[in-house]
């Protein structure tokens, strides 16, 4: 078995937003003559489909796997473990923003690496896995020590390669990720508009936008209140009866409504401009710990009513009726909304 080599992967953000594309070069440039790094860069963690060739290169890595993303290091986890790209939780001092600010983060960061609290992830390896969000910091320096950090503490590596590598990539499909230095260049061509035939080849194919629930197994309960609320069948059950996405493009583009009614704040929205919906850590919903949500920023209605109306809006997009909190609202949060406003009252303000 080789060495304890960690392999860095950079997921290029949306657009051609020129400091975005600078960091990551700099991060990439740096890691080529890295000493027991290999890197590689893919498109955005979030739009590329499950068969596109940046996840079966993903899926192909062996050893320890460092990922570097315009997310939250929640929301990148998920998606990964989505698309069957998995391992020990690994723990980086890099912190986003929203996550530093929320004083119980310690605690849910525990709850997340044990899973204690809900079902957990299937087939983890044994390997560890760090996620860490690009926001943190504008300067490359910043991840380039963070990851020496972490190179050094896996200075012994342990792989069982085959329990987990989903398919059989052919090497072709993955040579362009093996060329950081190549994929670097064709890039800037690209963004200049100056890419010829050889520099589209080098690159992985495009992706659209996109727009989905992304699930933490380490906080999902297995209600399936989830799929009862959401009208529009992007959830579905596994052969193991645990929920899961899908019918990902049938989720209504802007609209996170089943984030806010899941009573475990387990269902990120990795796009969404809420922190809590993008996977910051903390609550989504609120109902039961937060008052303040239930004047709900500019509307002063709770989270189930809120998704309530979300959902009723695009269900006449659609062309359908709106149903209201008639369909896949359960009665206990029904009651959380009555004892809520009963509380309200009590304060007598
Ligand atoms: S509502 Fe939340 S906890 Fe319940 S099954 Fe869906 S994702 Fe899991
Ligand atoms: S956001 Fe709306 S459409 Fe998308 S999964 Fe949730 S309830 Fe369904």
Same mark, same amino acid.
């Not at 315009?70 to 923003?97: C, F, I, M, P």
């Not at 899973?115 to 910091?137: A, E, H, K």
């Not at 040579?175 to 050889?198: F, I, K, V």
């Not at 309960?221 to 929920?243: A, P, S």
């Given at each position: ?11 290029? @953000? %949306? ?6 594309? %600078? ?30 060739? !940046? ?13 570097? *993303? ?57 390997? #560890? ?10 300067? @490359? ?25 989903? !398919? ?13 230095? #190549? ?5 800037? @061509?690209?963004? *200049? ?70 009573? @475990? ?36 209605? *709770? ?16 062309? #359908? ?6 369909? !896949? ?21």
């Amino acid at each position: 078995m080789a060495g304890a080599r960690v392999t860095v992967v950079i997921s290029q @953000a %949306q657009g051609r937003n020129p400091v975005k594309r %600078q960091l990551e070069e700099d991060i990439a440039t740096a890691l080529i003559a890295e000493p027991g790094v290999d890197v590689s860069l893919v498109p955005h963690l979030y739009d590329m489909s499950q068969d596109h060739t !940046g996840y079966l290169f993903l899926r192909s890595v062996p050893g320890n796997l460092i990922v570097l *993303s315009w997310l939250y290091e929640r929301a990148t986890r998920w998606t990964l473990d989505r698309a069957g790209v998995r391992g020990q939780v690994g723990t980086t001092v890099l912190k986003s923003a929203d996550d530093e600010l929320d004083e119980d983060a310690d605690d849910d960061n525990e709850k997340e690496s044990s899973g204690s609290d809900g079902i957990g992830s299937l087939n983890v390896p044994d390997r #560890r896995l760090y996620c860490i969000d690009l926001r943190v910091s504008e300067s @490359a320096s910043v991840y380039l020590n963070e990851i020496r950090r972490i190179v050094n503490e896996n200075s012994v590596q342990v792989v069982d390669l085959m329990s987990w590598i989903g !398919g059989s990539p052919k090497q072709e499909q993955l040579e362009r990720y093996l060329q950081p230095e #190549r994929m670097l260049e064709a890039r800037r @061509a690209l963004d *200049s508009g100056t890419a010829n035939h050889q520099d589209k080849v080098s690159l992985p194919e495009d992706t659209g936008r996109r727009w989905y629930p992304v699930i933490d197994y380490s906080r999902c309960t297995n209600c399936m209140e989830c799929i009862d609320f959401c009208l529009f069948g992007v959830y579905g059950v596994d052969q193991l009866d645990r929920i899961l996405v899908e019918q990902q493009d049938n989720c209504k583009k802007g609209c996170p409504a089943c984030s806010r009614v899941c009573p @475990a704040n387990a269902i990120i929205f990795p796009q969404h401009k809420t922190p809590a919906i993008a996977g910051a850590e903390g609550e989504v919903g609120g109902v039961k710990i937060d008052l303040s949500q239930l004047f709900g920023g500019d509307t002063g209605e *709770s989270a189930v009513e809120l998704a309530v109306k979300e959902r009723d809006a695009e269900l006449i997009l659609a062309g #359908r009726h709106a149903v209201g909190m008639s369909v !896949g609202v359960r009665q206990a949060h029904r009651e959380e909304i009555d004892q809520l406003i009963e509380d309200l009252d009590a304060l007598d303000f």
